[in-house]
């Protein structure tokens, strides 16, 4: 790709688009590709801007169906016009992740992504892009069994961690 840069994975049937307005959006956005790689699932990354670099957002959205993009995980602060915008470009699934920014802290990023009417945006917590990935692993999921088998996998395994810290405090509480 001439805009992002391609991470090719074997094996998954999912691709993702992952698109952040600024590079002080990339700590936070990384944990997103982090899911991406522990899932086996491609993707592409475009550091691009809704308001200074609006053809640069659009070639990479408009585009992306025939480089195999299935979803979009799209992270901005403050006016936080970036996922809307990629929704208004594509019939593909967006999922927002509004970041922590400016004096408000994250929440007119909040409100400006999960208000959008007519088009969509799946709106995670602020600064929640693992689970936004986690969300596009679900898209993904429905139609590719392995990654399906992944993905409960990945849940059964969270909740044995609770369960094990559980029979800990209980070890812990009759210690007292």
Do not use: C, W
């Not at 688009?17 to 956005?29: A, E, H, K, N, W």
């Not at 200074?52 to 006016?79: D, H, K, L, N, Q």
């Amino acid at each position: 790709s001439l805009l992002g840069f391609v991470f090719p994975k074997e094996g998954s049937l999912l691709k993702v688009g992952l698109i952040m307005g600024s590079d002080s959006d990339f700590p936070v956005m990384k944990k997103a590709v982090a899911i991406f790689k522990e899932f086996g699932v491609d993707y592409e990354v475009l550091l691009a801007s809704a308001h200074r670099t609006p053809a640069a957002v659009r070639e990479f959205v408009t585009t992306a169906e025939e480089r195999g993009i299935r979803a979009f995980v799209v992270g901005a602060g403050m006016a936080a016009h970036l996922p809307g915008v990629v929704a208004s470009y594509t019939t593909l699934p967006v999922i927002g992740v509004p970041l922590e920014s400016g004096s408000l802290q994250g929440m007119d990023a909040l409100l400006a992504i999960v208000n959008a009417v007519g088009i969509p945006v799946a709106t995670v917590a602020i600064n929640g892009a693992k689970n936004a990935a986690l969300l596009a692993v679900q898209i993904g999921a429905v139609s590719d069994a392995e990654l399906a088998k992944k993905y409960k996998a990945y849940r059964e395994n969270m909740a044995n961690e609770v369960m094990a810290k559980n029979q800990k405090l209980q070890e812990d509480v009759k210690a007292l």
